[in-house]
């Protein structure tokens, strides 16, 4: 027979799976509204530059520069913007796709830890550091937070490299905390003061990565 505490427990667990399953398939829904807006987009930016194009081929320097230039290099250029601007559209998908992945990870440790009762349950909560508890995107389930972060940091310039900076420094943090859980049994309650350590790092991560989403 189960206890009361294991059935409330269980009960938890089954029902933040079930919010977190709504609420990502919104943030799903929200990511798929954003790649079309993307594609849409870019299919104005490609409808625009042609007609540009055009009109300046159309013109006197425009045949000049047909006979003078394009056919010796030109078409080479274009190629280059072309290929500039797909490595664009790919890089927004990827930032999307690795700020969903982080944010779902840091709920996931974030529920969990505020249930962690033992050593076993804070190494449960903190098992998203290095691999998704739920996956959704195969290319990311197996990637760490702080390889996620180090991607997410290529990504992206001016002021929010120095968040992912920080954030990264704050998941080496967890990291070691992490580590250090591993040397102790799963039964042994878990010390009130490493659970507030713990939760105090994941809402430090928490809070740069809003910071850096929402831009």
């Known amino acids: 027979m189960l206890s009361e505490e294991t059935k409330k427990r269980i009960e938890a667990e089954e029902q933040f799976r079930h919010d977190l399953k709504v609420k990502l398939e919104a943030e799903l829904a929200t990511a798929k509204s954003a790649f079309a807006s993307l594609?849409?987009?870019?299919?104005?930016?490609?409808?625009?530059?042609?007609?540009?194009v055009m009109d300046f081929l159309n013109s006197s320097v425009g045949t000049w520069f047909l006979s003078s230039v394009v056919i010796t290099g030109g078409a080479a250029m274009l190629q280059q913007i072309q290929h500039s601007h797909e490595i664009e559209q790919k890089n927004k998908t990827q930032l999307i796709a690795y700020q969903f992945e982080i944010g779902t990870r840091i709920q996931n440790m974030k529920f969990f830890l505020t249930q962690a009762k033992t050593v076993g349950d804070a190494k449960v909560a903190l098992a998203s550091v290095f691999q998704s508890k739920f996956p959704l995107n195969p290319e990311?389930?197996?990637?760490?937070?702080?390889?996620?972060?180090?991607?997410?940091?290529?990504?992206?310039?001016?002021?929010?490299?120095?968040k992912t900076r920080l954030?990264?420094?704050?998941?080496?943090?967890?990291?070691?905390?992490?580590f250090l859980l591993q040397s102790q049994k799963d039964a042994q309650l878990l010390d009130a003061n490493d659970k507030e350590k713990l939760a105090k790092l994941v809402t430090a991560i928490?809070?740069?990565?809003?910071?850096?989403?929402?831009k």
Do not use: C
């Open 167 to 178: 954030a990264m420094a704050v998941v080496l943090e967890l990291e070691q905390a992490e």
């Open 140 to 162: 990311l389930e197996k990637q760490s937070l702080s390889a996620l972060y180090f991607n997410l940091h290529q990504l992206i310039e001016g002021s929010e490299k120095e």
């Open 206 to 214: 928490e809070n740069l990565h809003i910071r850096g989403a929402v």
């Open 39 to 52: 594609h849409k987009e870019a299919g104005q930016v490609e409808k625009r530059t042609a007609s540009k």
